[in-house]
Structure formats: structure tokens, C-alpha cells
């Protein structure tokens, strides 16, 4: 089975996430402007380890992690910087779910059809996969795209203006309904068989009376002399 995407609501969605932007966080000395580089991205593991307690000893260093030093962090890792990134983390995990999605329909094999079916359902499953390969094409420039604002949170980046993937329903309805055809055509065929089966069943019946009905006429011609 397939499911209808709108992609175009998902490149709004991203444009809307990429376009946006959020106040530059006080420099704190060791890192910089952008809590989402190496060294923020650090610091922020660091503030998860932690329980934020008085005279709490930092695991990395070694020293007293003052009061002041927490109020900097707070305000580096702002409510609106966090807000931005979890909003990033969800729309890359929901276009991975949807690749996954796309990329897990199975396709039928043409070998598993009667010749009178087998050059359209490969065309329809070539059709299929090419479809699917700008899909993913799409897909993969949405969430480079929202890689690419994580490096960037401050500022907004243009909105992309890319080619909306193609639909390919259609050729799922036309698959659907080939095999439709092919299970119709099979239990058809199956039913012939029965059908002859049971013909040549009673063929055999009726000669095996008949020889018997010979045989015993002809005792009785020999019981006659």
C-alpha cells in the first residue's frame, strides 16, 4: 500500500524553520556566537550531565561550576534557541520516518506473473522507482537544508526553491489494479483446471464401467456355450 504525501506542505514547513531566526547569545569566553558547533555542542552535553547543584565539580575540568557560570550557559542555550533546534530534530526525524515509509513499499516481481501481465507491471515498477529516487532526492535536500540552519540559528537562510517531487499514486492505482487482474486471471485458471480434472476424473470412471460392463457380457457369452 502507498501512502498520498503533500510534499509541498513539508518544503513550506521546512522554508518556515530555515527562515527563521533567534537573538545572538552573549559570548561566553571559550566558545562562540554559535551554540550549535563543536565547542557549543559540547558545552550543552556537558549541562545535561550535570544536576545544577551548589559547588557541583564539573567532570571535565575539575573546578567548581559557579552560579554565574550556569546563568551564562542558561542564557547561551536560550529557551528560544531550544525551541528552534528540538523543532529542527523533529522535522529531520519525520522526514526519515516518511523516506523509510517510501522506501519500505514492496514491489511485486514480474516473474511472479503470467506472461500476458509481466511487461506492464515492469514497466509500472521502473516507473515507480525512478519516482522514488527524486523523492528521496527531495527528501535528503530538506534535511541537509535543516543541518545547515543548526550550524546557522542566529540568521535566516533563504527558502529553498526546489522542484516538488512527482506524484506517483497513479502508478500505485494502475500496479493495484494489474494485480487485481492477475489474481482474477489465476483463480480463473485454477477453476479451469479443477474443471478439466474432474472431466478426465469421469472420463475414467465411465471407461473403467464400460470395460467392466465388456467383461462381464462377455462371461456371460462364454457361460452361453
Same mark, same amino acid.
Given at each position: 500500500?502507498?501512502?498520498?504525501?503533500?510534499? %509541498?506542505?513539508?518544503?513550506?514547513? /521546512?522554508?518556515? *524553520?530555515?527562515?527563521?531566526?533567534?537573538?545572538?547569545? &552573549?559570548? $561566553?569566553?571559550? @566558545?562562540?556566537?554559535?551554540?550549535?558547533?563543536?565547542?557549543?555542542?559540547?558545552?550543552?552535553?556537558?549541562?545535561?550531565?550535570?544536576?545544577?547543584?551548589?559547588?557541583?565539580?564539573?567532570?571535565?575540568?575539575?573546578?567548581?561550576?559557579?552560579?554565574?557560570?550556569?546563568?551564562?550557559?542558561?542564557?547561551?542555550?536560550?529557551?528560544?534557541?531550544?525551541?528552534?533546534?528540538?523543532?529542527?530534530?523533529?522535522?529531520?526525524?519525520?522526514?526519515?520516518?516518511?523516506?523509510?515509509?517510501?522506501?519500505?513499499?514492496?514491489?511485486?516481481?514480474?516473474?511472479?506473473?503470467?506472461?500476458?501481465?509481466? %511487461?506492464?507491471?515492469?514497466?509500472? /515498477?521502473?516507473? *515507480?522507482?525512478?519516482?522514488?529516487?527524486?523523492?528521496? &532526492?527531495? $527528501?535528503?535536500? @530538506?534535511?541537509?537544508?535543516?543541518?545547515?540552519?543548526?550550524?546557522?540559528?542566529?540568521?535566516?537562510?533563504?527558502?529553498?526553491?526546489?522542484?516538488?517531487?512527482?506524484?506517483?499514486?497513479?502508478?500505485?492505482?494502475?500496479?493495484?489494479?494489474?494485480?487485481?487482474?492477475?489474481?482474477?486471471?489465476?483463480?480463473?485458471?485454477?477453476?479451469?483446471?479443477?474443471?478439466?480434472?474432474?472431466?478426465?476424473?469421469?472420463?475414467?470412471?465411465?471407461?473403467?464401467?464400460?470395460?467392466?460392463?465388456?467383461?462381464?457380457?462377455?462371461?456371460?457369452?462364454?457361460?452361453?456355450?
Amino acid at each position: 500500500s502507498y501512502t498520498h504525501i503533500v510534499w %509541498s506542505d513539508y518544503l513550506n514547513s /521546512v522554508n518556515d *524553520i530555515i527562515g527563521s531566526g533567534i537573538s545572538k547569545p &552573549d559570548v $561566553i569566553i571559550g @566558545l562562540s556566537e554559535n551554540p550549535s558547533d563543536d565547542k557549543g555542542k559540547f558545552a550543552r552535553q556537558g549541562m545535561r550531565i550535570h544536576d545544577h547543584e551548589p559547588n557541583e565539580i564539573c567532570a571535565f575540568c575539575g573546578n567548581v561550576i559557579s552560579e554565574d557560570r550556569w546563568e551564562l550557559l542558561l542564557s547561551y542555550f536560550s529557551d528560544e534557541y531550544q525551541k528552534l533546534d528540538l523543532r529542527i530534530n523533529k522535522a529531520i526525524d519525520t522526514l526519515r520516518e516518511i523516506q523509510k515509509t517510501i522506501n519500505q513499499t514492496l514491489l511485486p516481481d514480474e516473474s511472479q506473473f503470467y506472461e500476458k501481465f509481466k %511487461s506492464n507491471i515492469n514497466q509500472l /515498477v521502473l516507473n *515507480i522507482g525512478e519516482k522514488r529516487g527524486e523523492q528521496n &532526492d527531495f $527528501i535528503n535536500v @530538506l534535511i541537509n537544508s535543516l543541518r545547515n540552519k543548526q550550524n546557522n540559528m542566529a540568521a535566516g537562510i533563504p527558502n529553498l526553491d526546489i522542484k516538488i517531487p512527482s506524484e506517483i499514486d497513479d502508478y500505485f492505482t494502475r500496479l493495484n489494479n494489474i494485480i487485481e487482474q492477475s489474481n482474477d486471471y489465476t483463480t480463473n485458471i485454477n477453476q479451469e483446471k479443477k474443471k478439466a480434472k474432474e472431466v478426465i476424473r469421469l472420463h475414467e470412471v465411465a471407461r473403467k464401467l464400460d470395460d467392466f460392463q465388456y467383461e462381464k457380457e462377455n462371461q456371460q457369452l462364454i457361460s452361453y456355450k
